[in-house]
């Protein structure tokens, strides 16, 4: 099972931030958290990911909480194409079995609106 | 980053049927995955495919149903055996270097059994 939870849908206006929460109360030490995005037909595209610090990259920034409870997927400036299910995901990151695969929740369906 | 090419990318199969749908990877990647996503679901891990070994199946999947074969660090291939309408899915390749790295998707095989 996910061991996240995200509410199932969000808007968000053209230009403006689109901040993205996501629980994960039962995340273990050595589990990332890794933020995906689906836009219609598509294969899932990678977004983002980190352990405890705060990430940026051209895309996104991730802000984790202090006790690793939970996340926010922080979209800058969000587009017309930005709209997509938003998946965030808990990865063990120990190598062998399914611990290194990602096990996906519901996501959050995001609409940017103009 | 991996570049992932799935084939074919859809089809349409008649009931009782097989069809393998194959995964190539750009680069050597440690691990490899199958997923499955039936129409307005998430996505649903079915494997992780070994390389010289056997995959390891999640639970509800069976090798007899879908064998996986992993013949080297590149390519694998997954087939649907006597299919069935329920097998109507999106099947999805990922793969990845290592457990705290990335995993990239490939764009899917959109399968529909008549």
């Known amino acids: 099972d996910a061991k996240t939870t995200q509410p199932p849908s969000m808007d968000c206006a053209e230009g403006r931030a689109a901040n993205l929460p996501c629980n994960h109360s039962?995340?273990?030490?050595?589990?990332?958290v890794y933020w995906y995005r689906q836009i219609h037909s598509q294969g899932p595209q990678y977004i983002i990911h980190g352990l405890k610090n705060n990430e940026t990259n051209e895309m996104a920034s991730l802000i984790i909480t202090e006790d690793r409870k939970s996340s926010t997927l922080i979209l800058p400036h969000a587009t017309l194409r930005d709209t997509a299910v938003y998946y965030c995901i808990v990865r063990g990151s120990n190598y062998g079995g399914s611990q290194g695969n990602l096990i996906f929740g519901k996501g959050t369906k995001l609409s940017v609106k103009p | 980053s991996a570049v992932i090419s799935q084939k074919p990318s859809r089809d349409i199969c008649q009931r009782g049927t097989s069809l393998t749908i194959q995964c190539q990877v750009d680069?050597?990647?440690?691990?490899m995955f199958w997923y499955r996503q039936q129409p307005g679901q998430s996505l649903t891990l079915i494997a992780t495919?070994?390389?010289?070994?056997?995959?390891?199946?999640e639970s509800g999947f069976v090798i007899d149903k879908f064998p996986i074969s992993r013949p080297n660090l590149t390519f694998s291939t997954l087939t649907v055996s006597n299919m069935s309408p329920e097998d109507s899915s999106i099947y999805l390749c990922?793969?990845?270097?290592?457990?705290?790295?990335?995993?990239?998707f490939g764009s899917g095989t959109q399968l529909s059994v008549l």
């Open positions: 680069s050597q990647v440690t691990m």
């Open positions: 990922s793969a990845g270097a290592s457990t705290n790295e990335k995993l990239f």
């Open positions: 495919a070994n390389q010289g070994s056997e995959a390891t199946y």
């Open positions: 039962t995340i273990s030490g050595n589990e990332y």
